[in-house]
């Protein structure tokens, strides 16, 4: 009885592992009737409202289709998403960041779209318009773009004697030193950057008219070690020094920036400029934002122009569908709706007065390259940076072992 | 009488052929039934650990990308990503850190287990059941959750670590940073890994120190042995077998592992001057997505393992027959 019951049970378990390895294979294939929608968390937490009006006006001309809003990390949604190219059951409408774009496009990941049908198309942000082109074809739509600025503590810069915000960034450096004295603790940064923040290090090498590689005649090339790229890196390393007590070999999400600041520990931080959302309630009422100098007078620091875009994987069931619920979501209306959330609408004619819009003016963006997400998840730059700071390579050393593995990393096959 | 005798005689003869032919049919089914009984396991293998690793063999030998993956066809291109792994320099650098890092982690794991079982031995009933429990309770914290704690605790800004050594007058530890160099941060992930494996092989040794026969040890003690030489001599040869077990477990363990130092050391931070192989596996297949290669990873690593794995299994045949 005993064994006939185990052998029973042996049955049972190869058969439901027989059921499981076929039924794992089935896909789950969007139908018409649904459409799969994958945003970025950041529209659940802060515009779900803008999300809603764009499926309502979707679904009032196209009764019948339900959509579907999936909300997905930044961490981990491109894996996801892999997963979902190999075995089905993927969105119809996917965000990225415009930084991922390229790798997927020139895979073949997504179906081209007609630029003509969306809203404000001849006027769209350049460099988000920039990342969703491939080989002459759109496959990306501009969603919103954000930029980076600072977010202060007016009560300390008053409390240092601080009239006029800085310039210059030299000037900074030297409210660095007043803020200093009014928070002695040790750890106290009054302007908090981690140290590895690459979207901060390459404004330097940005402002003193360096860069990261470019394309001379199909054949791409590093350009940190260039005169000017290592002014800059030199300029960003002094300037650390000066201003920042963070962690030289951490990024700017360990801790973030907000909490250091939250806890006291800051006087002034770079970031989104939703950072305000997270600076603790003891400080919400003396935090205001400017624009990050630059070392020239009347110049930004140029930002690095983050943003997002909108596609329709090839693996979409309905790719008309997909292309009607983006151009709702990003039409004139749906834009402004973004803007007023704090946001970068998708298009210059739209564009405002804000701190966040104004940094926007001076922006750089990494290289077109099919291979730059591997230069970024190879932690090139952040290693670079590290190895700078921590004196372990002089500037230059660094610059050009970096810039060296950049250009063989994008001229990969 | 006779009678009786022929009768019983012919139900013995009666008797002795069906007993013959049930023999012959026992020796028969007899035969089969062994490989009856382990039919159902070798199925729920090949079906869990064979189809898998086909699959894995079969892209290895594929040039497979993104591009492939999202046409679902890989183009054949024999054992070029197995060439390419191994003209790699990151490979044998990462190769060599791994073994070091893998003979580091077991030695402190058995070595450090090793002794707090024999302490354990020697210990009063509670402290014996309060260490005992202390150790229940770190093996069972899941691995994510005590990554997160150690990371809290040896954190730059306000860790308890730093706040603590420097209250202590070790030395200024205020904003001393655990993550700066790769030494410092696999030394992290050891002391994580280590803690973490504690727990089951000292349990796993202390069950096997109740084996060694007391009269034994006495007998030795009698005759003037120190307790080195009888741990030397007795001891030793006697939990051997469990030793060797947990060795190797621990080597293959610690050979892949992935989580830990991927975690504590934190994704922005991993880089070719600190991959281990699991880590190395991950960002050439995952990260940049070129799957036919981190398949040829994955392969070569099995292989490892396994050559690992047939010293440790042949050890364990020859104990078996000597015994």
């Known amino acids: 009885m005993k064994r006939r019951s185990i052998t029973a049970l042996c049955l049972a378990t190869v058969v439901a592992a027989a059921v499981a390895a076929t039924t794992s294979g089935a896909t789950q294939k969007a139908t018409a009737s649904n459409l799969v929608v994958w945003l970025q968390v950041d529209a659940q937490s802060s515009w779900p409202d803008v999300v809603a009006a764009a499926s309502q006006k979707f679904q009032a001309d196209h009764p019948g289709t339900k959509v579907t809003v999936q909300y997905q990390n930044w961490g981990d949604h491109l894996q996801k998403f892999d997963a979902t190219l190999a075995g089905g059951g993927g969105p119809d409408v996917i965000e990225m960041g415009n930084s991922e774009m390229i790798k997927y496009m020139a895979a073949g990941a997504f179906a081209s779209l007609d630029k003509s049908s969306f809203d404000n198309n001849a006027t769209w942000l350049g460099g988000l318009a920039k990342s969703g082109r491939y080989g002459g074809k759109t496959y990306g739509v501009p969603y919103y773009a954000g930029s980076r600025v600072v977010t202060y503590r007016t009560d300390l810069f008053k409390k240092a004697g601080i009239t006029k915000l800085p310039a210059t960034t030299a000037q900074y450096v030297a409210d660095a030193a007043k803020l200093f004295k009014v928070d002695p603790t040790k750890g106290f940064s009054p302007l908090y950057i981690a140290g590895t923040d690459w979207y901060v290090a390459m404004g330097f090498v940005f402002d003193y008219g360096g860069g990261i590689a470019t394309q001379v005649s199909g054949k791409w090339k590093g350009l940190l070690a260039s005169r000017q790229s290592i002014a800059g890196l030199t300029a960003y390393k002094n300037f650390f020094a000066a201003v920042s007590r963070a962690s030289k070999t951490t990024d700017e999400a360990h801790p973030n920036p907000y909490d250091v600041y939250a806890q006291g520990g800051a006087a002034s931080m770079i970031g989104q400029s939703w950072f305000t959302c997270c600076v603790g309630a003891k400080y919400k009422a003396d935090t205001a934002q400017f624009v990050m100098p630059g070392h020239l007078r009347g110049q930004a620091l140029p930002g690095f122009q983050g943003g997002s875009d909108l596609a329709v994987p090839v693996t979409s069931g309905d790719k008309s569908l997909a292309s009607d619920w983006i151009k709702d979501f990003t039409s004139t209306s749906s834009e402004k709706a973004l803007q007023a959330k704090g946001n970068i609408p998708n298009a210059t004619n739209l564009l405002g007065n804000s701190v966040n819009e104004r940094a926007a003016a001076r922006s750089w963006f990494v290289p077109s390259a099919k291979h730059w997400a591997d230069v970024e998840n190879g932690n090139i730059l952040r290693n670079m940076l590290q190895q700078i700071l921590t004196g372990k390579l002089s500037v230059k050393q660094a610059a050009q072992s970096a810039s060296d593995n950049i250009t063989s990393v994008l001229n990969q096959p | ?323």
């Open chain 2, 1 to 323: 009488m006779s009678e009786g005798t022929s009768t019983t005689a012919a139900a013995g003869t009666l008797l002795g052929t069906s007993r013959r032919r049930r023999r012959v049919w026992g020796r028969a089914a007899g035969g089969a039934v062994p490989y009856v009984l382990i039919a159902p396991v070798v199925v729920v293998i090949g079906v869990v650990l064979g189809y898998p690793l086909y699959w894995l063999g079969k892209l290895s030998l594929e040039h497979y990308t993104l591009f492939e993956l999202i046409r679902h066809a890989g183009t054949w291109v024999g054992l070029d990503n197995y060439r390419s792994v191994l003209s790699d320099q990151i490979f044998w650098h990462t190769l060599l850190r791994t073994v070091i890092f893998t003979a580091v982690n077991v030695g402190l794991t058995i070595v450090l287990g090793m002794l707090i079982a024999l302490l354990l031995v020697r210990l009063s009933t509670w402290v014996r059941l309060l260490l005992t429990s202390g150790l229940v309770l770190v093996w069972s914290m899941p691995v994510v959750v005590a990554v997160q704690i150690f990371y809290w605790m040896t954190n730059f800004q306000n860790g308890v670590v730093n706040s603590i050594l420097t209250k202590l007058h070790v030395g200024d530890f205020s904003q001393h940073d655990w993550y700066g160099t790769t030494f410092s941060q696999l030394g992290m992930v050891t002391l994580l890994i280590v803690w973490g494996a504690l727990p089951f092989v000292v349990i796993t040794l202390y069950a096997a120190l109740a084996q060694v026969p007391r009269d034994l040890v006495e007998a030795a003690e009698v005759d003037g042995a120190t307790s080195f030489g009888i741990f030397r001599d007795i001891t030793l040869p006697i939990i051997k077998p469990i030793l060797l077990i947990l060795t190797s477990l621990s080597i293959i363990w610690d050979f892949g592992v992935f989580t830990q130092p991927y975690l504590l050391i934190g994704q922005s931070k991993i880089t070719p001057n600190n991959f281990l192989m699991s880590i190395y596996l991950f960002e050439e297949g995952y990260f940049k997505s070129d799957y036919g290669r981190g398949a040829a990873i994955s392969l070569l690593m099995v292989l490892m393992v396994g050559l690992l794995s047939i010293v440790y299994v042949r050890k364990m045949v020859r104990i078996g027959v000597s015994e």
